[in-house]
């Protein structure tokens, strides 16, 4: 039924990060965006970036334009053998949407390479108001990316 794969680091993304062309350093790194997606999209660690016209997409609506959001580095941090990256809660105001999901990506870099694709568990809706990407905790279990 939902072709988003569950939570997954693209596999783009970890040669990437072996070859050093994504950076994540607050005030120093590249800009990351995050995409919304409903459950027709086909999105998942195969995903190798954003492109415009993939299925599934959520359209302009509010404050939420096609391309997503641009996110804020909250933290960059290693706990034990654990690193790890927290971006800001994102917020959308005055749209009306359905996602089941999200990519996010590097738009620094040339054709705008995957990071890792999150799957909601299920439809989340707005209307005529705001929708929150709400990161979890910035820590070496939770954090929305981790690598250990």
Known sequence: KMAITTNAITNSFKEDLLQGTQVFAAGAGNTFKLALYTS???????????????????GDTGSYAAGGGALVTALVSVNGTTAFVDYNDLSFTGVTLTA?????????????????????????????????????????????????
């Not at 195969?46 to 959520?58: H, L, W």
């Open 40 to 58: 027709a999209a086909t999105i998942g660690a195969d995903t190798t970036s954003y492109a415009v016209g993939i299925a599934g997409q959520v």
């Open 100 to 148: 089941a999901g999200a990519l996010i990506y590097n738009d620094t870099q040339a054709g705008d390479p995957s990071v890792c694709v999150l799957d909601f568990g299920g439809d989340k809706t707005a209307t005529a108001g705001t929708f929150t990407i709400q990161f979890p905790a910035a820590n070496d279990t939770q954090a929305i990316i981790r690598i250990s």
